[in-house]
């Protein structure tokens, strides 16, 4: 048990459909980041959510759509996908806004885009 | 620019053999450190960390990381490695003036062989 958990571990879309990646920590945290993990590339910071509140969009396109009811939980929501969002996407949650406080990530969502 | 620079793509080392894997950084102040590791099909976990203090730090599973500012390097060691340490590696740098931004290294992938 990480305390960060995400659904689905896999998932396999056509470039029009319409999907959701779930994450939910247990850990009393109030920060919650997306990031996109790409063979050979640096860890991409994609979204950071701060007490529900969204701190910080990396560029990231608009086919992605997170959302954060609440400290609790963050989803991601996708649409119109290119075959080169095929990646792991994983959630992360921290203590407090700053860098003193670690990341605490999840296993990941697996994504292939077809 | 802040960056984090891990000249190790892949690295295989004889298991009981020790290990150093290599990270350096680019950042005006003292930053904030980390290490990370992957195992396959999971996310990231904490090795360690380094806010201040005394320069050796001490993580989880037997593993060490040094700061030293001349070098603007944070490398980790572990005097003996196991089959079970085969991984990848991620060295990670925050600013320490606050936000949320921790830049991750590209990784470097560990090799065990028997």
């Known amino acids: ?14 470039m029009t459909n319409k999907k959701s990646l779930k994450c939910e920590q247990h850990l009393g945290h109030n920060a919650m980041y997306w990031y996109k993990q790409s063979a050979k590339k640096p860890l991409e910071l994609m979204f950071v959510y701060n007490f529900k509140e969204q701190t910080e969009n990396n560029s990231v396109p608009s086919r992605f ?3 954060c009811p609440n400290s609790s939980h963050l989803f991601l929501h996708l649409h119109t996908l290119q075959p080169e969002d095929s990646a792991l996407y994983l959630c992360a949650s921290s203590q407090r806004e700053g860098n003193n406080s670690p990341l605490h990530f999840g296993n990941g969502t697996r994504l292939t885009v077809t | 620019a802040q960056s984090v620079t891990q000249p190790d793509i892949h690295i295989t080392v004889s298991e009981g053999a020790s290990l150093e894997l290599r990270c350096n950084y680019s950042y005006g102040a003292t930053p904030y450190l980390f290490w990370y590791v992957q195992s396959p ?23 060490e990381a040094e700061f030293k500012r001349s070098q603007s390097s944070f490398n980790l060691r572990k005097p003996s490695v196991h089959w079970s340490d085969a991984a990848e590696y991620f060295c990670a740098v925050g600013p320490n003036t606050g936000g949320f931004k921790t830049i991750f290294g590209a990784g470097t992938r560990l090799f065990v062989k028997a």
């Open chain 1, 1 to 14: 048990e990480t305390g960060v958990t995400q659904t689905p571990r896999h998932l396999v879309m056509g």
């Open chain 1, 65 to 67: 759509s997170p959302e």
């Open chain 2, 41 to 63: 099909g999971q996310g990231l976990q904490l090795l360690l960390k380094y806010f201040s203090g005394d320069t050796l730090v001490q993580g989880i599973k037997g593993f």
